[in-house]
């Protein structure tokens, strides 16, 4: 097993929780590390909130990282080989894009509703605005949050064939 973040911290976090040895812990950008890289299985939280110019400003905010392991999937997994990730309402049908555009299956797995309370969307109003004009988000009290959507974890596959990634899109 192969751990890989960013955030030294969330790597340190992983060192306490997982204590089997055979683990290995890489602080690294996962686009730069999964390169070279093909897994059978690989499990990936990636920002799933969509937001207006994050390619362009800061790839790890809005969909970059979901994009860039979809439409890579058919490279960085082997035959048979499965992404799992989650994709939020506000942001799936951008998510099954990906997904036929890199000819991969998605299916969903389970699904729950979650209160939206990233603080640097809720107090970002141009953000906010992109997400109820675009994305569908709406107003809903409920537990003490005002805005609420869906987050469903998600198996995507590579069709039979399919080698779409990045590289052969440009």
């Known amino acids: 097993m192969t751990v890989n973040d960013l955030n030294p911290e969330a790597i340190s976090c992983a060192k306490e929780t ?10 690294q950008d996962a686009t730069a590390f999964l390169q070279d890289q093909s897994y059978d299985l690989i499990i990936c939280n990636p920002p799933y909130i969509p937001r207006p110019k994050s390619v362009d400003d800061n790839p790890y905010e809005g969909l970059s990282l979901l994009r860039y392991l979809i439409m890579n999937a058919p ?3 082997n035959a048979g080989g499965m992404l ?3 994709f939020s309402s506000l942001s799936r049908a951008t998510a099954l894009s990906f997904c036929r555009e890199a000819g991969c299956s998605a299916q969903e797995v389970d ?3 979650v209160p939206l309370k990233v603080y640097n969307v809720l107090n970002n109003g141009e953000w ?6 675009e994305a569908g ?5 409920r537990r ?7 987050i469903a974890i998600m198996t995507v596959q590579p069709l039979a064939g399919a ?6 899109k440009s």
């Not at 997982?18 to 602080?27: E, G, L, T, Y």
């Not at 080698?163 to 052969?168: K, M, V």
Request: charged content about 35%; proline content about 0%.
């Open 75 to 77: 490279r960085q997994l």
């Open 111 to 113: 699904r729950m509703d």
């Open 137 to 141: 988000l709406r107003e809903q009290y």
């Open 18 to 27: 997982i204590q089997d040895k055979r683990a290995r812990f890489v602080i």
């Open 84 to 86: 799992v990730t989650n």
């Open 128 to 133: 906010m605005a992109y997400l109820k004009k």
């Open 163 to 168: 080698d779409n990634t990045l590289e052969n």
């Open 144 to 150: 003490g949050y005002d805005h609420w959507h869906t």
